[in-house]
Antibody, heavy 120, light 110 residues
């Protein structure tokens, strides 16, 4: 059964870079049938798609975040990562990683989520 | 890309039916048959309930169904049960490998 697990610092200073990693287990991150994505949810608010990456390294970003986001993949370690630069309090959120089907556009399964707080 | 519009909340008694709407534009919901729905209980990760507008993943009860008309997708829960109380989000493909989520709807079982 495929599982995803987010990891990274829970506290980031304003103006610094948020970095998270999603480790994939129970399946291949190099499958041609799936993309891998990041989605976030500010406390008490809705979901926001951040971006997705293919095993080849092709990336796709939310236009509203594109200038600050980088998603990368390390197939040898079965993990992909998110970097968000110049963070502010508005970037405080639970960050989820998820698998995205190439054949369709559904996110499944999801990681449990990682709360990242931006504060000095 | 603006979030898809959902009602803030809907409610119903056990065994009743409720429908959640998800309104977008011809560039997202109306342009593709790629709408998915997610259920989220407090403190938990979202769970896929419907994909490709109306398809149900294995293990999802058949009381959950999806449909779409023009720029509006809908999720219907028939025979509402206590465990269905949760937040629900729609998501649509918006072209150029971009995705957009809905604003979310809280379902309350009275």
């Amino acid at each position: 059964q495929l599982q995803l697990q987010e990891s990274g610092p829970g506290l980031v200073r304003p103006s610094e870079t948020l970095s998270l990693t999603c480790t994939v287990s129970g399946g291949s991150i190099s499958s041609s049938s799936y993309y891998w994505g990041w989605i976030r949810q500010p406390p008490g608010k809705g979901l926001e798609w951040i971006g997705t990456i293919y095993y080849s390294g092709s990336t796709y970003y939310n236009p509203s975040l594109k200038s600050r986001v980088t998603i990368s993949i390390d197939t040898s370690k079965s993990r992909f990562s998110l970097k968000l630069t110049s963070v502010t309090a508005a970037d405080t959120a639970v960050y989820f990683c998820a698998r995205l089907a190439v054949a369709g556009t559904w996110f499944d399964p999801w990681g449990q989520g990682a709360l990242v707080t931006v504060s000095s | 890309q603006s979030a898809l519009t959902q009602p803030r909340s809907v409610s119903g008694s056990p065994e009743q039916s409720v429908t959640i709407s998800c309104t977008g534009t011809s560039s997202d919901v109306g342009g593709y048959n790629y709408v998915s729905w997610y259920q989220q209980h407090p403190g938990k990760a979202p769970k896929l309930m419907i994909y490709d507008v109306s398809k149900r993943p294995s293990g999802v009860p058949d009381r959950f169904s999806g449909s779409k008309s023009d720029n509006t997708a809908s999720l219907t829960i028939s025979g509402l049960q206590a465990e269905d109380e949760a937040d629900y989000y729609c998501c649509s493909y918006a072209g150029s490998s971009v995705y957009v989520f809905g604003t979310g709807t809280k379902v309350t079982v009275l």
